[in-house]
């Protein structure tokens, strides 16, 4: 699972008992919480709980919410596996604080009998950047839509998911973006797909030489590519600035392999710009492309899609886990990020 245990009389954030929701870190306490609270539910169901024995319900009660609907892949016949839920916010608040009326939470791999084999799939179709196509994307997305739907104040709606659950997130919080509403977005060690740079090679002059060759290489490709006509590849500049205004919360530790790459990604835009000499045009084109993508494209594995790979985002406001290094387990795991005393390094990444 994530990590920690399932009790949340011993492993919740207990010291938010009066949540103060203008406060960033309880928000973010709240949302790992509740995207938490999706992993126990689908546990409970698998252990056939009954009432008294439900362990998920006090991930959402301890902070006034209820559960509204569970959402269930239901794409094989003989699997029923609850991925996702959505929580209504109980307490009425006033029109100056940030809590939320809806939460959509998602949960990432449940290293559990009914439920592992079909994450793997999924796990698997974010590598090969086809998790949209996924019966459980659609089930995601349409779940979100009714929401907004419903509520119609889209500021009130927050999305929050973790490692394969925060890849759902970010293609949900996408699609809104494009039709101009921006959700608030709490995104837990989402995957990046990409080789850990920083994690192989400690030098970081050299890693800035490999990541200026590749921003080169990957630009590259995309004139190329545009020039000839190839379908697949033609220039996105239109999604990727459409949905700049949208800046979710990134959660990433440095120590995870997953997700830290996302450092890397923005600091490297980043100094990128400060180089000039059209750096910076060379950093903008190829922050839009996925390089693994192209090289998959290349070699002939099919369903790839390269028009817009699902880890890239415009913008972010990064929060990045500065505590002593872990094991990966606890490094990628979720109940890291409701800790009271974490040292965390805040940058917001503005795509222009």
Request: charged share 25%; aromatic share 14%; with cysteine.
């Amino acid at each position: 699972m994530a990590c920690g245990g399932e009790d949340f009389s011993i492993y919740g954030p207990l010291h938010l008992t009066n949540v103060d929701w203008n406060n960033e870190h309880h928000r973010r306490s709240v949302a790992a919480s509740l995207a938490y609270g999706v992993y126990i539910l689908e546990s409970d169901r698998q252990r056939k709980c009954r009432r008294s024995q439900l362990l998920a319900p006090p991930w959402w009660e301890f902070f006034h919410f209820k559960l509204l609907r569970q959402l269930a892949d239901d794409d094989d016949d003989d699997q029923f596996t609850i991925f996702g839920a959505i929580f209504e916010y109980k307490k009425r608040s006033n029109s100056f604080d940030q809590s939320p009326h809806y939460v959509v939470a998602f949960r990432g791999t449940l290293m559990e009998p009914e439920s592992f084999v079909r994450d793997l799939e999924l796990d698997v179709s974010i590598i090969l950047n086809g998790l949209r196509k996924t019966n459980r994307f659609r089930i995601a997305m349409k779940a979100v839509q009714d929401i907004i739907d419903l509520i119609g104040d889209c500021s009130k709606v927050w999305l929050t998911g973790h490692s394969l659950g925060a890849a759902m997130a970010i293609l949900a919080g996408k699609n809104m973006a494009k039709k101009g509403k921006f959700l608030e977005g709490f995104l837990f060690n989402p995957p990046f797909i990409s080789v850990p740079i920083e994690r192989i090679f400690k030098n970081k002059k050299l890693n800035h030489r490999i990541r200026f060759a590749g921003s080169v290489f990957t630009a590259g490709l995309a004139i190329t590519s545009a020039l000839k006509g190839d379908e697949g590849f033609q220039d996105n500049n239109n999604w990727f600035s459409a949905i700049s205004g949208w800046i979710p919360w990134v959660f990433v530790n440095r120590v995870d392999y997953v997700c830290s790459e996302y450092i890397g990604y923005y600091e490297h835009r980043k100094k990128m710009d400060e180089i000039g000499f059209g750096a910076g045009a060379i950093a903008k084109l190829a922050a839009r492309y996925s390089l693994g993508g192209f090289a998959m494209s290349m070699v002939g594995i099919k369903g790839v899609e390269i028009e817009e790979p699902m880890h890239l985002l415009p913008s972010a406001n990064l929060i990045v886990n500065l505590n002593p290094p872990l094991k990966f387990w606890q490094a990628h795991g979720l109940c890291q990020w409701w800790r009271p005393d974490l040292n965390l390094k805040c940058t917001v990444y503005k795509y222009k």
